[in-house]
């Protein structure tokens, strides 16, 4: 166990943990923060998708220590009244359906627009390329993309 110093949304916090534990587990597990979601362990779905000193990065596969002193950010920390444009614009254009793989499509949605707010086609495949829906709803998801780009 080791002492890890950790800046989440905004916040200093201090865990006392296994060094190698995956950041998703400490969020989930150490902190209450149960936005970031586990789906498959091996950094494929994006459901565990946070960003890392403004990165997407999936949390499944991110030992804690590799975290120590970063600005983390996780879905609880986009906004605090669920007004962040790509929040909004999930909900203009009925993204989720089952709902749990919204966190890391939002997650990347947000990081995408961050680094580019005028994202054509290719450039939304490629960002959020590796975050599965079972649902389906890509075209959904494009949608609401773009217009949160409009928004920001």
Known sequence: MAKINLNINGKKQTVDVDPNTPMLWVLRDHLDLVGTKFGCG????GACT???DGTAIR??????????????TTIEGI??????????AWIEHDVP?????????IMSA??????NP??????????????????????????????????L
């Open 79 to 88: 906004s605090d009244s669920g007004d962040h444009p790509v929040q909004k």
């Open 118 to 151: 005028t994202p054509s086609d290719a450039d939304i495949d490629n960002a959020m390329n590796g975050n599965i829906c079972r649902c389906g709803t890509y075209t959904r998801i494009k949608a609401a993309i773009k217009t949160a780009s409009q928004n």
């Open 59 to 72: 949390s499944c596969q991110l030992p804690v220590s590799a975290a120590e002193n970063a600005e983390i």
């Open 97 to 105: 359906q089952c709902g749990y793989c919204q966190a890391g499509q």
């Open 50 to 52: 946070i960003h890392l």
């Open 110 to 115: 947000v990081a995408l627009l961050k680094d």
């Open 42 to 45: 091996i950094a494929q779905c």
